[in-house]
């Protein structure tokens, strides 16, 4: 089986500006998290989609949206950015309607805002 | 949601146990306990999780107090691979949006 991918690994953007950031799940996971890990600190929730719906949100605005695919790739996408904004962006994925299964996280996307 | 309370840094000797504490007083009762570990560079990976009894898998085990505010990670035999963050989460039964807080980093000496 593959594990959860994501890209790009790196990206700068200016203030201001969008970005789109892509995961894609393990086979099979019908669901899929987006975390915002700042420097030193521990990953914070976004967003969770499931068969791709929207299924909770972290305290992040409205700027971060997101869609999952039917193949349960997803994008996270980031309107206006703002220099808070850069951190590591990690997705995971599961099948979290079977009970307390683990989350695979891939490897992450490093966003910086300048 | 949940708070937890974990040591900010712990170190150990390889080849020795290391036992991680974990405060979580306000945990619901169908919480799980879960815990992850974040090695440099990585995203974080899984390790074990909990409701109510302790549990044991290839990479760890897991003490549960028995009135379920705090719980224990324990590698019983730490190497230099096990140097990472671990963090300890409440989570429900379904659909968890895991919480994470700020962990402990633990240092293992060869």
């Known amino acids: 089986e593959t594990g959860v991918t994501q890209s790009p690994t790196h990206l700068i953007k200016t203030r201001g500006q969008q970005v789109t950031l892509r995961c894609s799940s393990q086979s099979g996971h019908n669901t899929v998290s987006w975390y915002q890990q700042a420097l030193g600190q521990g990953p914070q929730f976004i967003f969770q989609y499931y068969r791709e719906e929207e299924n909770g949100r972290g305290n992040f605005p409205p700027r971060f949206s997101g869609l999952q695919f039917p193949n349960y790739s997803s994008e996270l996408n980031v309107n206006a950015l703002e220099l808070d904004d850069s951190a590591l962006y990690l997705c995971a994925s599961s099948l979290a309607d079977r009970g307390p299964s683990e989350q695979y996280f891939g490897p992450g996307t490093r966003l910086t805002v300048t | 949601d949940a708070k937890t309370t974990q040591p900010n840094s712990m170190e150990s000797n390889e080849e020795e146990p290391v036992h991680l504490p974990c405060n979580h007083s306000t945990i619901s009762g169908t919480d799980y306990i879960h815990w992850y570990r974040q090695l440099p560079s990585q995203g974080p990976e899984y390790v074990i999780h909990g409701l109510t009894s302790n549990v044991n898998n290839r990479m760890a085990s897991l003490a549960i107090a028995e009135d379920r505010k705090s719980s224990t990670l324990i590698l019983h035999r730490a190497t230099l691979r096990d140097a990472a963050v671990y963090y300890c989460?409440?989570?429900?039964?379904?659909?968890?949006?895991?919480?994470f807080g700020s962990g402990t980093k633990l240092n293992v000496k060869p």
């Open positions: 989460i409440p989570g429900g039964y379904n659909f968890n949006k895991f919480y």
